[in-house]
């Protein structure tokens, strides 16, 4: 991917230094991304490590037929067939799409007698303030009140049986379930991240009343504590599951008729790995966010390659734009992850998105204001100036106003109908009674703050310094903005990859397979059972090993990762530390333990490490407290080898493909575009300048300079002059 370029016009990109051409024995890994614009295409030469890219219109109308339009795309290009295709790899956004459309048609759940208003109870959330006042407010029911049913049954917090398990009253519930069509059914028992028990009880009861219903049970999805987080991502998993199957199932019907029923297909997940397509149906939650999960990694490598590992990520699409940050080559996981207004706890790449894409509608507020997104035109109908019927003006069409992309897209596989876009940027600029060019600047520079405050959310409000972290901006519309980033936030400069459009279905063939295992076990550290715990750990593990085995891994294969979630006593939330291999031992639990004080101080700004000066509330020793216990199995998958470029004669004027009006600053500028096919190592750009490529432009704004590293990236930063 380092060595990778396209032509400014064309429909397929390969490799600068020329990859060999596939022969017979050649086996490739394909990686696809679909977004809500466009399906990103990536395919992997396994016997010469080249990668090659391309990208097709999303169809939404049936995903399914972008997504085998992209296989057949790559494989007519590159000139490999079916039986060639090693594994196919995917990121998708169903399971996010279905949540924050906040419509759940047919959920229920099903819980302990007692506990009917389990939902209600939720937890406070952020304040809304009207004026100088302030109050709490609760988030809505996913589920209504009276689509919630009781069975009469009791564990105890160590999953010792306090109230047996009514099975005639479960039948009963079931009935009245299936009577009315609720056919997403959640199930969370009070304490059965302790005991499963009654919950596969439950499940095997409406299995045989039934069948036809969707059904997940909380033991199996989050078997943690917190009754509220648990029944609510149990719920999304119920929800989202026939969603999630019937979209994997159209492409997997589609994969065995074009390639063959035995290719191996995987989906992405949001924990930063895969899991294969046959699995992804029992647990259709692990597959939020992840498309943009697969950004991050792909963008993480690429950095880490050219010598950065302290970045920022920002995937720009057509609607939206995911946020991440990178520490030590690694993007940060989180278990207390939200999607929309909905608690999902369950690992995930920590990522912010905000509804600001290449798509985002512009429009003007009731209040006379500008606004941008988050409605988005999508792919279908698109922005004004696909010309297929849409009405609104997008940031794309403020883009293509102001001079900044070609009048075309995918190397003119999509012209662009400029006049389409001046129109509706003018209807708009005179409500606002603005000239077009302020109105569609203005656009432009609103999407930027928005991106900017998502910046500021994965690092600022963390206590992390903006100016230490280098940009990597990826995606369609990503690198259109990533210079004004710079300008705006004060950052060190924007790397802009090679083929930045596709780094997300890159990303997709540099993951290994991964599957989470976790177990609620509150200890205090100075009374902790060891032996229980190493019964915890290898009962994990011994699960962990069993998918893998599942998945083809030889046992010597297969890695796994322990974790531990700790607190202090008495606090309310914890900070997830690794755990060393090997017997559970109290030297090894110290070990973690030191780790959670290091990593409380990280992120709160103190600890209470023993000889610390800080003293704990009524001035006694403050205790630790274990309270999960994780165990995550891997099978590794080989990556791509990133391969540096030879140096060139630093002459860029070789790359020149003509000039055009740009506005930058109030005024249309004559500016020099750039192909970025022709453009070599240690060639640099003056801003203003304007860089072409098959799947994305980039803007070299007035006062930076972009300069080419070994690996084809683009590293904008000021110039000395403009400081």
């Known amino acids: 991917m380092g060595a990778l370029s396209q032509p400014a016009r064309g429909d397929f990109h390969e490799a600068m230094t020329v990859p060999m051409p596939a022969t017979t024995s050649s086996r490739f890994r394909i990686g696809i991304d679909t977004g809500g614009t466009f399906t990103d295409v990536v395919a992997l030469d396994e016997q010469t490590g080249a990668v090659f890219t391309t990208k097709t219109p999303s169809t939404p109308a049936d995903p399914s037929v972008s997504f085998m339009h992209g296989v057949r795309k790559i494989m007519e290009r590159v000139g490999f067939g079916p039986e060639q295709i090693a594994a196919i790899s995917h990121g998708t956004t169903v399971a996010t799409n279905a949540l924050l459309q906040e419509q759940f048609p047919g959920l229920a759940l099903v819980t302990t007698r007692g506990f009917r208003n389990l939902l209600e109870i939720a937890r406070q959330s952020v304040p809304q303030g009207y004026g100088n006042s302030y109050f709490w407010v609760k988030p809505e029911r996913i589920v209504p009140l009276h689509h919630v049913r009781e069975v009469t049954e009791r564990l105890d917090y160590r999953g010792e049986v306090l109230v047996p398990f009514d099975e005639a009253e479960a039948e009963e519930v079931a009935a009245w379930l299936r ?28 299995a045989r009343v039934y069948p036809e219903a969707a059904v997940s049970i909380s033991s199996e999805v989050l078997p943690e504590y917190r009754e509220y987080e648990r029944a609510m991502t149990t719920l999304v998993d119920a929800f989202v599951k026939p969603r999630v199957g019937r979209y994997i199932g159209r492409i997997q019907e589609r994969v065995g008729a074009e390639v063959g029923p ?58 939206s734009t995911d946020v991440s940050l990178v520490e030590g080559g690694t993007p940060g996981l989180t278990t207390e992850g939200r999607v929309g207004r909905f608690p999902v706890k369950v690992p995930m790449i920590d990522i912010v998105t905000v509804g600001t894409g290449g798509g985002s509608i512009a429009w003007r507020s009731p209040e006379g204001g500008l606004k941008v997104g988050p409605r988005s035109a999508g792919a279908d109908p698109g922005p004004l100036c696909y010309g297929k019927g849409g009405t609104e ?49 203005g656009i432009l520079e609103i999407a930027a703050w928005s991106q900017a405050n998502a910046i500021r959310q994965v690092s600022v409000k963390r206590g992390l310094d903006v100016r230490d972290y280098l940009l990597v901006a990826f995606g369609g519309s990503g690198p259109l903005q990533a210079g004004k980033l710079v300008d705006l936030l004060g950052l060190k400069g924007a790397l802009i990859p090679p083929s930045p459009g ?23 550290d100075d009374r902790l ?38 607190r202090y006593f008495g606090q309310a939330w914890e900070v997830r530390v690794e755990v060393p291999a090997g017997p559970v031992t109290r030297a090894l639990a110290d070990v973690a333990v030191d780790r959670f004080h290091q990593a409380h101080e990280k992120v709160y700004g103190y600890s209470y490490r023993p000889g610390s000066s800080r003293i704990a509330p009524g001035g006694s020793q403050q ?27 630093r002459r860029p004027e070789r790359a020149l493909a003509g000039q055009r009006p740009v506005f930058f600053a109030g005024a249309f500028v004559s500016t020099p575009i750039y192909d970025r096919a022709r453009l070599r190592p240690g060639d640099c750009l003056d801003g203003p300048a304007i860089v072409e490529e098959f799947g994305s432009t980039t803007v070299v704004f007035p006062g930076l300079e972009a300069t080419v590293d070994h690996y084809g990236n683009l590293l904008l930063a000021r110039r000395a002059d403009a400081e």
């Open 179 to 206: 009577a009315r069509g609720l056919d997403c059914i959640g199930v969370c028992f009070l304490h059965s991240y302790a005991n499963g028990e009654h919950e596969r009880r439950m499940r095997a009861v409406l």
């Open 262 to 319: 035995e290719t191996p297909f995987y989906i992405m997940k949001s924990n930063g790995g895969v899991i294969s397509a046959r699995e992804i149906a029992s647990q259709p939650i692990t597959s939020i966010l992840s498309g943009p999960a697969a950004g991050a990694l792909g963008a993480a490598l690429l950095a880490s390659a050219a010598g950065f590992d302290r970045i920022l990520t920002l995937d720009g699409g057509g609607t």
């Open 393 to 441: 003006p997008t940031a794309t069409d403020a883009t293509l106003v102001l001079g900044r992309i070609p009048p075309y897209l995918l190397g003119g596989e999509i012209p662009l109908d400029c006049g389409l876009a001046e129109r509706g940027i003018a209807a708009l600029a005179a409500s606002l009674g603005l000239e077009p060019v302020r109105a569609a600047e």
């Open 502 to 524: 596709n780094v997300s279905a890159f990303g997709l063939l540099t993951v290994d397979l991964k599957n989470d295992y976790v177990v609620t076990l509150v200890q205090r």
């Open 529 to 566: 059972d060891l032996e229980r715990m190493q019964r915890a750990y290898d009962r994990l593990e011994a699960e962990a090993c069993e998918a893998l085995r599942r998945e083809g891994f030889a046992d010597e294969q297969m890695l796994f990762v322990r974790s531990a979630d700790l």
């Open 623 to 649: 205790r630790v407290e274990w309270v999960n216990l994780r165990v995550t199995g891997i099978g590794p998958i080989a990556r791509p080898a990133l391969r540096p470029l030879p140096p060139g004669d």
